[in-house]
C-alpha cells in the first residue's frame, strides 16, 4: 500500500501523558481487567491455602506446591494482558476506527500503540510483583535461587510476549480475531509456564520442549532448571523474531 | 490568498481511478461544499487534504502547507471529521476532549466547547452510550478542540434523523461565525444549498461544476413556476400578456404560471392592480438537484 503514509508526527509529551493515563483508565474499565488482575492473585491466595500445598513433595524435588506455582501464577498476568489485552484493544481500535480519528490529529497511530505498550508493560510488573509479595509474605516462598536472573527472565519474557502480541495486533481486523490468536498463545504459555500441571511432573522430552516456549523459560529461570545462557537466548530470540514480524506486518488501518 | 487550494488533484488505487481531476479553491470564512453522490472522490479529496494519502497528480495546498510533506503544522491547523471515525466505546465525552486537546499546541477551552455543543450534560458519559447525534456534535467538538483555521467535514450528518441534521447545520454554522473556514463534504443537496457559500459539484472523479447554490440552480434552467389560486376571476390573456410569463395552465380552481426572469414579481404585481389575492402561493425554482441532472446528465444517487 502506498496510500496511508505513515505515521511521522511529533507528540508533545503532554499528549503522550494523558494518552498513557487514558489508555490505563481504558484498560481498568474493561470487565477482562478482573482476569487480568484478580485471578493470578486469587488463584495464588486459593493455592495457598491448601494445607497439602504447603507441605514439601518429592515428586517436586523436595519443593512445596505453592513454591511451584508462585512463578506461574505471577506469569498469568503479563500473559493475560500481552496476548490478549493488547491485541485485542489493538484490533478494536481498528475496528471501530479508533486509529482513523487519530490519525487526522497531531498524535500518530504509533503513539497510542506506544502508549498501550507502556500502560500493559507497567500493569504487567505490578501484577507480577503483588503476586511475588503475596508468596513471600503470605506463604513464606523462598526468593529465587538466583535472583537477578529470575527478574532478567522477567522482563525479557514480558517483552517476548508483548512482542508475540503485537504481531497478533498487527494483523487481527476485529478484537475477536485477535482473541481468536491470542488465547491459544496465551494457554500454550500457560502450559509451559506449568499452570495446568506443574512442569516438573511432565516427561523430561516435553519438559524440554517447554523451555523453549517464552514463559517455559521464565519458569525454568526461576526454578533454576537447565543452562541459563539458553532460557535467556530463547527469550531473546522470541523477542527480536516477534519485534521484527510486528514491524513487517503491521498495518494501521 | 486561498485557504485551500487543489489544482488537478489526481488519485487511483491500482487500475480504478478513485480522483480524476480534481480543481477547486476555498476562500477564508466560507462554507465551501464539495457535493456529488457516493462514489465521486469526495472523500479520496479529503483524504489527500489531510495528508493521509498521497496524491498521484497536481497539488493541494491547506493555508499554504502541503499535507504530505509538512503534516505536523497542518495537524496544528487543521480539524478534521472523518467519515467512518470513531472513538474506544468507553471514553466519556470530557475525557475525550481532553485527551484530543493535550495533543495541540493552543487548544480551544474544553468546557466552553462542552457549552457550545450542547454536550456538558453528557461529559460523564461513555462514547458508546451517546446517540447519533451526540456522536456527531463530539465529533465536531473534536474537530474543533485544537482552535484549527480550517475544518473539515465528512459527511457530517449522514445517517441523523430530520432534527438532528438541523441541530448540526446550526452548529456548523456557529463555527463558521468564528471565523473557521469549513470545507463540507456531503451528498445532501439540501445540507449544500442551506449551508454553503459555494459548492464544487463533482461527479466521478470530475468537477463538474463550481459557484454558489443559487448560481448552479440557476444554470440547470431559467424556468420558473407559480400556483396560485385567486380570490377573483383571472383570464389565461391577462396572464399571457404579461412578457415574463411563457405558459398558463388550470388545475381546476389552481392557476399554474411557468417563465422566466422575475417571474413572480410579474404576476404579484398583475394580481395586486386588480387587487386579487393569491391563495396557497407556490414558488418552485430549479433546486441543487436540478442543476446536478442537467449537469451530469443523471441524477445524483441519495
Known sequence: MTTTALPSVRMTRKGFTTLTSVQARLLLREPAALAWLAVPVVVVLVLGSIPGFRTPQAALGGQRVIDVYVPTCAAMVPLFLALTALPATFASYREKAVLRRLSVSPVPAAGVLGALVTVIAAMAAAGVVAVVAIGALVFDVKAPAHPAAALAGFVLGGAAVLALGLVVAARARTAGAASGLGVPLMVLNFFAAGLYVPVAELPQSLQRVCEFVPFGAVTAIWSGHGPLWQHLLVLAGWTVAGGLAAVRFFRWE | ?302
Not at chain 2, 141 to 168: K, Q
Open chain 2, 1 to 302: 490568498m486561498a485557504v485551500i487550494e487543489v489544482e488537478r488533484l489526481h488519485k487511483r488505487y491500482g487500475d480504478e481511478v478513485a480522483v480524476d481531476d480534481v480543481s477547486f479553491e476555498v476562500e477564508p470564512g466560507e462554507i465551501f461544499g464539495v457535493l456529488g453522490p457516493n462514489g465521486a472522490g469526495k472523500t479520496t479529496t479529503v483524504e489527500c487534504l489531510a495528508g493521509l494519502r498521497t496524491p498521484d497528480g497536481g497539488r493541494v495546498r491547506v493555508l499554504g502547507l502541503d499535507p504530505t510533506r509538512e503534516r505536523d503544522a497542518l495537524r496544528q491547523v487543521l480539524g478534521v471529521q472523518l467519515q467512518h471515525s470513531g472513538l474506544p466505546d468507553r471514553l466519556r465525552v470530557r475525557e475525550a476532549l481532553d485527551l484530543y486537546a493535550s495533543f495541540y499546541r493552543q487548544p480551544a477551552d474544553v468546557p466552553a466547547l462542552l457549552d457550545r455543543l450542547g454536550l456538558t450534560e453528557k461529559a460523564g458519559t461513555a462514547y458508546k452510550k451517546l446517540s447519533g447525534g451526540q456522536q456527531q456534535r463530539l465529533a465536531i467538538a473534536l474537530a474543533m478542540v485544537g482552535s484549527p483555521r480550517v475544518v473539515v467535514l465528512d459527511e457530517l450528518t449522514t445517517g441523523l434523523d430530520p432534527h438532528a441534521r438541523r441541530a448540526t447545520w446550526e452548529l456548523v454554522e456557529q463555527v463558521r461565525a468564528t471565523g473557521v473556514t469549513v470545507l463540507l463534504v456531503t451528498h445532501f443537496m439540501e445540507e449544500a444549498e442551506r449551508l454553503c457559500d459555494r459548492v464544487a459539484l463533482i461527479d466521478a472523479g470530475r468537477v463538474v461544476a463550481v459557484d454558489t447554490p443559487a448560481a448552479l440552480a440557476a444554470r440547470a434552467g431559467q424556468q420558473q413556476r407559480l400556483r396560485f389560486r385567486p380570490s377573483a376571476p383571472l383570464t389565461d390573456e391577462e396572464l399571457r400578456a404579461l412578457p415574463e410569463v411563457t405558459a398558463v395552465t388550470r388545475h381546476g380552481s389552481l392557476v399554474e404560471v411557468t417563465g422566466t426572469g422575475n417571474l413572480v414579481h410579474a404576476v404579484t404585481s398583475l394580481l395586486a392592480r386588480r387587487q386579487i389575492i393569491a391563495g396557497d402561493l407556490r414558488v418552485e425554482q430549479a433546486s441543487l438537484d436540478d442543476a446536478f441532472v442537467t449537469l451530469t446528465g443523471h441524477a445524483a444517487d441519495h
